[in-house]
Nanobody
Framework: QVKLVESGGGSVQAGGSLRLSCTAS????????KAWFRQAPGKEREGVAV???????NYADSVKGRFTVSQANADITHYLQMNSLKPEDTAMYYC?????????????????WGQGTQVTVSS
C-alpha cells in the first residue's frame, strides 16, 4: 500500500508562510485525488484543499485565497503553500489520497493518510 509522509511544518508568526510537502512511497498515477486536512485539539478534522488528476482544485472557505494546493515530481509529491497564516490555522496537518475524483473537501473515502505535521501560528 502507498505510504504518505508530510514535511514542512513548524512555527511561524502571523502573516508568515509555510509550504507543506507530502511524499508518497510510490507513484500515485492515474485518477487520484490528493488532499490536505487539518485537526486542532478538540475539533473535528476538516478538509483544507484537494487537487484532482485533471488539475481541478477545491478549498475550504476559511483558506481560500491564502492556501494553494499543487502537485509535482511525477505524481510522487503534492504541496500545500500557506500564505498569510493566522493563529486560527494552528493544527496538525495531514495529507491524504484516494483513487477517484474529489468534488469537495470532505474527508470521506480517503484510504491513504500521512502521520501529520504540526503547524503553529503565533500572534
Amino acid at each position: 500500500q502507498v505510504k504518505l509522509v508530510e514535511s514542512g511544518g513548524g512555527s511561524v508568526q502571523a502573516g508568515g508562510s509555510l509550504r507543506l510537502s507530502c511524499t508518497a512511497s510510490s507513484i500515485m498515477g492515474g485518477r487520484y485525488c490528493k488532499a490536505w486536512f487539518r485537526q486542532a485539539p478538540g475539533k473535528e478534522r476538516e478538509g483544507v484543499a484537494v487537487i484532482n488528476s485533471d488539475g481541478t482544485r477545491n478549498y475550504a472557505d476559511s483558506v481560500k485565497g491564502r492556501f494553494t494546493v499543487s502537485q509535482a515530481n511525477a505524481d510522487i509529491t503534492h504541496y500545500l503553500q500557506m500564505n498569510s497564516l493566522k493563529p486560527e490555522d494552528t493544527a496538525m496537518y495531514y495529507c491524504a489520497a484516494h483513487f477517484g475524483y474529489c468534488s469537495g473537501v470532505s474527508p470521506v473515502g480517503f484510504n491513504y493518510w500521512g502521520q501529520g505535521t504540526q503547524v503553529t501560528v503565533s500572534s
